[in-house]
């Protein structure tokens, strides 16, 4: 059975930042594209960063772009985001997930999803 468990979300003021972690059980982040993905409240999800699979190449959306960064831990099977300079914009639920996608970002390309991690940015 293929788990996804996202956690490191939080409270934070503006200017600060936060890690999100993302820990699979069932595979192996090797063989897929891992992505970052948010939703907040009355807005769809979007992508924010990914990691393809191809060529582990690094995407971000233009809104966390220089902000955020993706990297994996192979040996824990995990991947984390790093969001820096955090503004009450970044407020989401950001979710983990896992695929094969054609387009990098697009939350439907993705097959396996985790629960997601509040982040609550304060002005």
């Known amino acids: 059975e293929v788990q996804l468990q996202a956690s490191g979300g939080g409270l934070v003021q503006a200017g600060g930042s936060l890690r999100l972690s993302c820990t699979a059980s069932g595979l192996t982040f090797d063989d897929y594209a891992i992505g970052w993905f948010r939703q907040a409240p009355g807005k769809e999800r979007e992508g924010a960063s990914c990691i393809s699979e191809s060529d582990g190449s690094a995407h971000y959306a233009d809104s966390v772009k220089g902000r955020a960064a993706i990297f994996t831990d192979s040996a824990k099977n995990t991947v984390y985001l790093q969001l820096n300079s955090l503004t009450p914009e970044d407020t989401a639920v950001y979710s983990c997930?896992?695929?094969?996608?054609?387009?990098?970002?697009?939350?439907?390309?993705?097959?396996?999803w985790g629960q997601g991690t509040q982040v609550t940015v304060s002005s």
């Open positions: 997930a896992v695929g094969h996608p054609s387009i990098p970002l697009v939350p439907y390309e993705y097959d396996y």
